[in-house]
């Protein structure tokens, strides 16, 4: 496992981290939730992200559990807060007191005194910026949070959140957890930019396009059973590639990651890591071989020749628009 600097902290990470979006307390059972993270933990990984939202909460919980007696020196734990947790006006969002409760529930569910970082899960156009930052600044200075990030937020909204840190003697944001993968591009023309002026480095979610870019949905035939697919928590952000020319093209990647000695998973995650912006890649698993697999990604060098070939069979299909990252105009369930 090879590991990287968190943006322009001294924090390191490794390249590959382990994810329980949609699987922990929800899609597979704890006993094997526990074994993935064992995997990830047998192979080196050592950056586990996670949110309050996941499986309502339960993510957390499991995470926690898991992670128990693990020398808690040795381990990044990442999580988030925005989305709802509860059926209150409050129970939402980015204000003092939604952030406030949302870190000690966070902290109990996970079993530990702080988080290495806590990230902001999407922008909140109804609480001030200047009230977010103070409250995540508040946090650090308690010690409860290490280092604070966002997650999808444009270039211009991590812009402004710099300026108004540096004005405000606040800690800066280190990192952003966009969608990122060969078929997803849209942080490219303006976020990493950005960030890399600014020292902000990208913890990349769905680097595997949610399974597509594995090469198992084929084009004209119905998704495996049992895959991403065909749950009803990943079908809603799976279900904008399961297009016939998307996976003709995709099928294209084959070859490539043949003549390289990597599955296509791991050409994906490899591929992602090849911008110097890209601190980490999250991965998700529901058995701890796909863990093991992964991270075979870590430390693979594509050459430029390469990087063309998966341009040229990908073509027009790939998604580059920076506007595609949006957050809610108004707060999920308010």
């Known amino acids: 496992m090879q590991f990287r600097h968190l943006g322009r902290s001294g ?17 597979v059972e704890e006993d094997a939730a526990k074994e993935c993270v064992r995997a990830a933990l047998d192979e080196g990984i050592t950056t586990f992200d996670t949110a309050d939202v996941y499986a309502g909460t339960k993510a957390e919980e499991v995470l926690g559990r898991a992670l128990k007696g693990v020398r808690r020196e040795s381990l990044e734990i ?113 976020v990493v930019p950005l960030s890399e002026k600014e020292g902000v480095g990208q913890i990349v979610w769905s680097p595997i396009a949610q399974g597509i870019l594995t090469g198992k949905y084929l084009p004209g035939q119905a998704p495996p059973a049992g895959s991403r697919a065909t749950d009803p928590a990943g079908a809603g952000f799976i279900s904008r590639f399961l297009d016939d020319d998307v996976l003709t093209r995709v099928q294209e990647l084959k070859p490539i990651a043949a003549d ?59 998604e580059r628009d920076p506007a595609k990252t949006q957050s809610p105009p108004r707060r999920p369930g308010s």
């Open 260 to 318: 390289l000695g990597l599955s296509m998973a791991q050409l994906a995650v490899a591929w992602v890591l090849q911008n110097p912006n890209v601190s980490s890649a999250i991965v998700g698993a529901t058995r701890p071989e796909q863990v093991r697999d992964n991270v075979k990604a870590s430390g693979v060098k594509l050459d430029a020749d390469i990087l063309a070939k998966i341009d040229a069979a990908l073509g027009p299909i790939v």
């Open 11 to 27: 924090l390191k990470v490794s390249e590959i981290s382990y994810g329980n979006w949609i699987t922990h307390g929800s899609q």
């Open 78 to 190: 990442f999580t988030k807060v925005y989305w709802p947790i509860g059926t209150g006006p409050n129970d939402n969002g980015l204000s003092r007191k939604h952030i406030t409760e949302g870190i000690h529930g966070s902290l109990r569910r996970l079993q530990t005194d702080y988080v290495d970082l806590y990230q902001a899960h999407r922008y909140d156009y109804e609480t001030p910026l200047e009230e977010t930052l103070k409250t995540f600044d508040d946090l650090v200075r308690q010690g409860k949070v290490l280092y604070i990030g966002v997650s999808e937020w444009s270039a211009s909204q991590i812009a402004d959140a710099l300026k108004i840190a540096d004005e405000m003697g606040f800690d800066r944001l280190v990192s952003n957890q966009p969608q990122y993968s060969m078929l997803w591009r849209v942080i490219e023309a303006e």
